[in-house]
């Protein structure tokens, strides 16, 4: 266990103890500082506990403020705790390969990000420096993050993203693989006849309900006009309407209606199923089918998610080579 002496003062600070890898909530209404110290080192820099708990102050307040139980509370700090020290970790260590390769951020690059954030968000200096003072954050400690925001991906793309080349083969290849995704889209145009029941309609009046589905059913088998029958029979609000329901894509069908009404062609209707609603009769009025869409026309879209794909994986596999090759140090 690791004990920590606590200064209580009037700043809005989250106090925290750490109790092995353990975090702990301590009373939120008292307003507390901590004493910092060492909790890491990662080759020749360090990360303290204040930087931790800085960096885990939005969250925390935020699991303070809600309703789970105590345990279900540190149960989430302390992934939290872990989760945030290794991402502060692989920040150092990203930051360490940017110096070694001499990547840099010049104060023109971090004006223009700024001054960019400010007109999206229609804000004035003083409206960003107000807002910055609110988080506890200075303009100067704000510059130094938004530098850090574009020095990694300068990193990255140095280190990896140069590195990946997407081909016309590997292309064509996932096109190939994937039918799924590039197959036109099946829509239905449906109407529907529904005798309305709940799970609270007693089972003598679903019986009655039932009987009296399979009976127009028998009705639309001999030939009868479905619309006819809908504006004569069903009790769903587009009755008058002849039952329509309009055009749907085939996936957002529940799979009992797309089973139902898949093996049909235009102009035939359902079994009598069982829905929600009550027991229903559809209809397939139309069935639309759209062509399958050309290589051409999705290549684009391919090379980009190949790309992303490729570069998330070497990402982490470089991220670990980088750890393997360096001295780390936890000490919590």
Do not use: C
Not at 21 to 48: G, K, M, P, Q, Y
Not at 185 to 204: F, G, H, M, V
Not at 268 to 296: A, K, M, P, R, W
């Amino acid at each position: 266990m690791v004990n920590m002496i606590i200064k209580t003062k009037n700043l809005v600070l989250v106090a925290i103890t750490l109790f092995s890898t353990s975090l702990f909530v301590i009373d939120t209404s008292v307003r507390a500082e901590l004493i910092d110290r060492i909790i890491a080192t990662v080759n020749n820099d360090i990360i303290t506990l204040v930087e931790l708990n800085n960096a885990l102050r939005p969250y925390v307040e935020k699991v303070d403020a809600s309703d789970y139980t105590p345990q279900k509370k540190r149960d989430i700090l302390t992934k939290l705790t872990g989760d945030m020290l290794s991402r502060m970790i692989e920040r150092k260590l990203t930051d360490q390969e940017a110096k070694r390769i001499k990547i840099t951020v010049s104060d023109k690059e971090v004006d223009s990000a700024i001054e960019g954030l400010k007109q999206s968000q229609l804000m004035s200096q003083d409206d960003l420096e107000k807002a910055l003072k609110d988080d506890g954050l200075t303009f100067a400690e704000y510059r130094e993050k938004i530098r850090e925001e574009i020095l990694r991906p300068k990193l990255i793309n140095y280190s990896i993203k140069s590195k990946v080349i997407i081909t016309d083969s590997d292309i064509k290849a996932y096109y190939e693989n994937h039918p799924e995704e590039f197959a036109g889209k099946q829509k239905y145009y449906l109407r529907n006849i529904l005798l309305a029941s709940e799970d609270s309609t007693p089972d003598i009046a679903k019986k009655e309900q039932k009987k009296l589905a399979d009976e127009i059913k028998m009705r639309l088998d001999a030939g009868e006009d479905f619309k006819t029958l809908a504006r004569s029979e069903s009790q769903a609000p587009n009755a008058s309407e002849g039952g329509d329901l309009g055009l749907f894509e085939r996936e957002t069908l529940s799979d009992r209606i797309r089973k139902a009404i898949e093996p049909l062609k235009a102009g035939e209707h359902t079994d009598v199923i069982l829905t929600d609603q009550g027991y229903q009769i559809f209809y397939v009025q139309e069935i639309q089918n759209q062509t399958l869409t050309s290589l051409d026309e999705v290549s684009e879209s391919i090379s980009k998610k190949l790309y992303d794909n490729i570069v998330e994986i070497k990402f982490r596999e470089w991220l670990d080579a980088l750890k393997e090759k360096s001295h780390i140090k936890i000490m919590l």
